[in-house]
């Protein structure tokens, strides 16, 4: 009966491309979303727990100072605010966020190397403000907001996790809907060959098996498709965040694998509920 | 085989069938007839379980079939092979696979099915329709491919409701003969007809319904 259900399922499927192609989209949305979602999440988590409070707040120095000159200011610091985490961006990591920044120094960058780049230090505290003292250093060109980005991301995670938990669920539940309308046009189309297989014998799985097919095949479709756009996403946000100075998103094999588990079992559910209603209607009457 | 115990079948409070009192031993061959409207395909429906009766019992092969759920259903039906009188054929299989499809649902083997299907066509004299679909059949075709898918997998109860109406003179003598021959190796056969010739081309046992009533019970002519 597997080849029943496997036949049969794709002339259904053959039948009504454009439904299926929409209701695979409609589905493949939601979960696309949640999906990436849950990556930027789990992207930020150990960002926001690994802050502990604290800002980074960036320092540029005069780009005339010698490597020595920095290292004593930078041992004069630390020693004047132990508290301080004071770090130096590599002159090669500092080129390539100007580079980003400012696409047309790709060619001075290019040209000239890390030489002319002046030195950006990173200090990071709890009283980002005290940092706001050094720009009356002779030494320093400019000090960056006293606002942390990982406060900023802290707030933006805070808020699209509810916005994002409630669209995914609403678009979720409309595609389970859409699935269900799906599942019940396709009954009523072929009733007269479901009731000819009820009468000749046929089982419930028997009748249920080519639709589960192919709302499996929907469903597997509609994953595939949302993972594809999680990984397109998070591609084109790592390039974002790298020229913020901050680490790039990977995509878990977890999240993929669940959001292919989300987009097969949503319209599979459906699909059995839709089917046992249908059944128990048909012998009812 | 068969028993019917005070069966009653009303459609908005439209009786059709009043207290029906049937019993059919296994092995008989009996015919079921009766005026257009007298109940005939009501009771093979209330026998195969299409239909729910208002009141009374209806027992088939020792289960009984009016207080059956949904899930037993399908193990009854599998028992019987139903010959009906629209043919009920599946539109989007081949000949051949309308017949397979039954059996398959038997567990029978994929090629096995194909073998036993291809056979009943041949004894029906259908083997050379078997990739066509049924609309591209004509009605007496169609009516010999429903015959063939109940015949296939040799049930021990066929229920045939006007199972020659479709067919000529010939081939109605041909299954009568084919359904004799089932009856013969131990299978009961009920028909429902109204075709008087048919009644008498056997000397069966026949029930004559009459306004929901069996009217008479015995060979035929009366």
């Given at each position: 009966m597997i080849r029943h259900a496997i036949f049969e399922g794709i002339l259904l499927l053959r039948g009504r491309t454009w439904a299926t192609l929409s209701l695979a989209i409609a589905l493949a949305v939601p979960v696309a979303v949640g999906g990436t979602a849950l990556t930027f999440g789990l992207w930020a988590a150990p960002l926001l727990r690994g802050s502990g409070g604290a800002v980074t707040v960036e320092v540029l120095l005069r780009p005339q100072r010698a490597a020595p000159e920095v290292d004593a200011w930078l041992k004069a610091q630390r020693r004047k605010h132990p508290d301080w985490r004071i770090r130096v961006v590599p002159a090669a990591d500092l080129s390539r966020r100007l580079s980003r920044w400012f696409p047309y120094l790709r060619p001075l960058l290019e040209a000239?190397?890390?030489?002319f780049v002046p030195s950006l230090v990173e200090v990071t505290t709890a009283r980002p403000e005290a940092v706001n003292a050094l720009k009356r250093d002779s030494g320093v060109l400019a000090v960056g907001p006293t606002t942390s980005l990982h406060r900023s991301l802290e707030r933006t995670s805070a808020r699209l996790r509810w916005l994002v938990g409630i669209t995914t669920a609403i678009l979720l539940l409309s595609a389970g809907l859409l699935a269900g309308i799906w599942i019940h046009l396709e009954l009523y189309r072929h009733a007269d060959e479901i009731a000819i297989m009820r009468l000749v014998g046929a089982t419930e799985s028997t009748v249920r098996g080519p639709f589960l097919f192919a709302v499996l095949v929907t469903g597997t479709v509609s994953g595939i498709s949302a993972c594809g756009m999680n990984l397109l996403f998070a591609r084109w946000l790592s390039g974002l965040l790298l020229s913020l100075g901050l680490p790039a998103i990977r995509t878990s094999w977890a999240v993929l694998a669940l959001q292919i588990l989300v987009a097969v079992g949503v319209p599979l559910l459906v699909a059995t509920i839709t089917l046992a209603r249908h059944a128990a209607l048909e012998i009812e009457s | 085989m068969i028993r019917l115990r005070g069966l009653e079948k009303a459609y908005n409070h439209r009786r059709?069938?009043?207290g029906l009192d049937v019993h059919i031993e296994p092995g008989q061959f009996v015919f079921l007839t009766g005026h257009s409207g007298a109940g005939k395909s009501t009771l093979l429906k209330l026998l195969y379980a299409a239909e729910k009766p208002t009141s009374g019992e209806v027992w088939v092969n020792r289960m009984r079939v009016d207080e059956m759920g949904g899930s037993e259903l399908p193990e009854l039906r599998r028992t019987m092979g139903v010959i009906f009188q629209d043919f009920k054929?599946?539109?989007?299989?081949?000949v051949l696979e309308n017949i397979t499809f039954v059996l398959r649902l038997h567990g029978v083997a994929t090629r096995e099915a194909n073998r036993r299907a291809y056979l009943t066509l041949k004894r029906l004299g259908l083997q050379h329709r078997q990739?066509?679909?049924?609309?591209?059949?004509?009605g007496g075709e169609q009516q010999r491919v429903a015959i063939a898918r109940a015949l296939a997998y040799q049930p021990r109860l066929i229920l045939a409701d006007e199972p020659t109406g479709n067919l000529d003179a010939e081939l109605a003598a041909e299954l009568m003969s084919l359904l004799c021959d089932i009856n013969y190796q131990g299978a009961t056969v009920l028909v429902a007809t109204h075709d008087h010739a048919l009644l008498e081309s056997i000397p069966a046992r026949t029930l004559v319904l009459h306004r929901g009533v069996i009217e008479y019970d015995g060979t035929w002519p009366p």
């Open positions: 000239e190397g890390t030489g | 059709i069938l009043r054929l599946l539109k989007r299989k081949t990739s066509a679909y049924p609309e591209a059949l004509s």
